[in-house]
């Protein structure tokens, strides 16, 4: 059986015992009923990983934690996906399939045509949510680093603040005559892609787009849908370049 991966957001250090997070403790003790002893790892994003056993005491559970495993399996390249806020679970398993793909950076965008629509509690109780699930996803996929994903932005404010050369920002359009193998510059190991939401991307987004540049790109014969597009490029820049 594979030993169990968590994520624990708070300082470790070998040969160290530390209380884990009650969230924590309860999926290792009550969900996956691991015993006293058990072997476990855990990682907090800042880099590798530590092997550590599991102590219970009622409740609480605690790690013994051993020495620092500076392993990482991480993308060779940079990929940031800038996704048009797809409905409900669409958009997690965006999140979850990208974290696993190896993107770095996910920055979801309030399009005008998502069909969701998030401000206030509602948008504060979803980034956590998705947030969640990118954590979730890099234990399960072996990553030591959790995806960052932003505050959603506008199309126009994203454009506006992004500092990646235009060059290197691909926007994805199944009408661009330019294939993603002939947008891809030699040498370039950092790339943003934009995927718009199910409506696909406005008429004003478009020209918003052309106004700064930006390489425009289609993806075989067939139109993706946005849960699809975005992963579909990731994996096959991988492949083209090589990164593992």
Request: with cysteine; net charge negative.
């Amino acid at each position: 059986m594979a030993t169990s991966r968590f994520f624990c957001p708070a300082p470790l250090a070998p040969n160290t015992t530390i209380e884990l997070p009650a969230d924590l403790a309860h999926h290792a003790i009550r969900v996956l009923r691991l015993k006293p002893e058990s072997d476990m790892i855990l990682f907090n994003g800042q880099g590798g990983q530590y092997p550590a056993s599991l102590l219970i005491d009622g409740k609480q559970g605690l790690a013994v934690i051993g020495q620092h495993d500076p392993v990482e399996n991480e993308l060779d390249g940079n990929i940031t996906l800038v996704q048009g806020i797809a409905a409900s679970d669409k958009m997690d398993w965006v999140i979850e399939k990208a974290v696993e793909l190896g993107a770095q950076r996910l920055i979801p965008i309030t399009a005008q045509r998502s069909v969701l629509q998030l401000n206030g509690e509602r948008l504060r109780k979803r980034l956590l949510h998705w947030r969640r699930i990118a954590q979730s996803a890099s234990e399960q996929s072996g990553r030591n680093r959790i995806m960052e994903i932003t505050e959603p932005l506008s199309l126009r404010d994203y454009l506006a603040q992004n500092d990646t050369p235009p060059q290197a920002t691909l926007f994805c359009h199944p009408g661009s005559p330019q294939t993603l193998a002939q947008a891809l510059a030699p040498g370039q190991d950092q790339l943003s892609l934009l995927v718009g939401p199910e409506g696909g991307w406005s008429v004003e987004e478009q020209a918003c787009v052309e106004k700064y540049g930006l390489t425009p790109v289609s993806f075989g014969k067939r139109v993706l849908r946005t849960e699809t597009a975005g992963l579909a490029l990731i994996a096959a820049i991988s492949a083209l370049r090589g990164w593992e």
